[in-house]
């Protein structure tokens, strides 16, 4: 069992930044991939970035390429998005997300939500 925490989101003007992190439970957090989702109002969940287990891959959406950086911890169990340049498209509740065969076809387990919402 995993248990997603995240934190780091808020308020911000159009073209200032942000740091998610999302903190794991269990002993298992170094053999998930994790990703960052998002859902804005009316639309529908869709992933953002992903990292491998190791760190030594991701993936990126191409509405944030060149914007955002997801990278990891295993040793203290927390994985991080951040967020620069941030547009009003980018406001959101963003997800964390673990998935264990890294396909996300299948989420394994989610974090409760944490809103970002980035004012013109």
């Known amino acids: 069992q995993v248990q997603l925490v995240e934190s780091g989101g808020g308020l911000v003007q159009a073209g200032g930044s942000l740091r998610l992190s999302c903190a794991a439970s269990?002993?298992?957090?170094?053999?998930?991939?994790m990703g960052w989702f998002r859902q804005a109002p009316g639309k529908a969940r869709g992933l953002v970035a992903a990292i491998n287990w190791s760190g030594g891959s991701t993936h990126y959406s191409n509405s944030v390429k060149g914007r955002f950086t997801i990278s990891r911890d295993n040793a203290k169990n927390t994985v991080f998005l951040q967020m620069n340049s941030l547009k009003p498209d980018d406001t959101a509740i963003y997800y964390c997300?673990?998935?264990?065969?890294?396909?996300?076809?299948?989420?394994?387990?989610w974090g409760q939500g944490i809103q970002v919402t980035v004012s013109s």
């Open positions: 269990g002993r298992t957090f170094s053999t998930y991939a």
């Open positions: 997300a673990a998935d264990l065969g890294g396909t996300w076809s299948e989420v394994d387990y």
